[in-house]
Every structure is written in C-alpha cells, then in structure tokens.
C-alpha cells in the first residue's frame, strides 16, 4: 500500500530552486514527525530533513543547511522547498512519516518512520 504520495520533483538547473510536496493517500493513520529521505544509485538511502507535527523542531543534514527547508501543514502534507540545489542532490526523495508519538529512535534513522511513499525523482544539471 502507498501510504505517502510525493510531487514535484524533476530535471533542473543547478543553482535553481524546486518544491517537493507530499501528502497522506488515505486519513487512516497520525502523523507526529514528517521525514525527507533521498538515494543515489549505488548509495544507502539518506536522511535529508525532519520536522514535527506541530512544525516545532526541524533537523537538516549539514550539506543542505541554508539551502533546503523543511515545512509542514500540520499532518496534511510536507514541503521541502530546495534552493540553490547542485548536481550532488541529484537523487530519488522519498517522503516519510512517523506514527510513534513517543519513538526514541532518532529523526535521521529511517526505522524510526512508518509510512513511506514512492519517491520521486530531482535531477540537477550542471
């Protein structure tokens, strides 16, 4: 089942920007953090953001910091706008959602979230 439905990704420029978009399938579950991942082929998938439901806390990796944002509509849907983006961000995102209010795992370990959607695919040109 798809849980998580992504959008907006596709081919940019590098130094353009580019808004991912996600949002719930179905209303069947909570959310209390949401999650961007990302995979390169050949490489281990990747914590790139996390925000809480109540858009209080946000964490980043430390290559997107100052460029990427993270942002939230309570537990409608999540953004992750990306500015000034780079061949290196080339990659699938993947959006996820944790539905443990009291999870102790941390918010850049992928087992922590639940609900995962499909990915979709950003491309940056040189």
């Known amino acids: 089942q798809v849980w998580l439905v992504e959008s907006g990704g596709g081919l940019v420029q590098s130094g353009t920007s580019l808004r991912l978009s996600c949002a719930p399938s179905?209303?069947?579950?909570?959310?209390?953090?949401w999650a961007w991942f990302r995979r390169t082929s050949g490489k281990e998938r990747e914590f790139v953001a996390s925000?809480?439901?109540?858009?209080?806390?946000t964490y980043y990796r430390d290559s997107v910091k100052g460029r990427f944002s993270i942002s939230q509509d309570g537990d409608e849907r999540v953004y992750l706008q990306m500015d000034r983006v780079n061949p290196e961000d080339t990659a699938q995102y993947y959006c996820?959602?944790?539905?443990?209010?009291?999870?102790?795992?941390?918010?850049?370990?992928?087992?922590?979230?639940?609900?995962w959607g499909q990915g979709t695919q950003v491309t940056v040109s040189a």
């Open positions: 179905s209303r069947t579950f909570n959310i209390y953090t």
């Open positions: 996820a959602a944790d539905g443990d209010r009291y999870s102790t795992m941390t918010f850049d370990n992928a087992r922590r979230y639940d609900y």
């Open positions: 925000i809480s439901w109540n858009g209080g806390t």
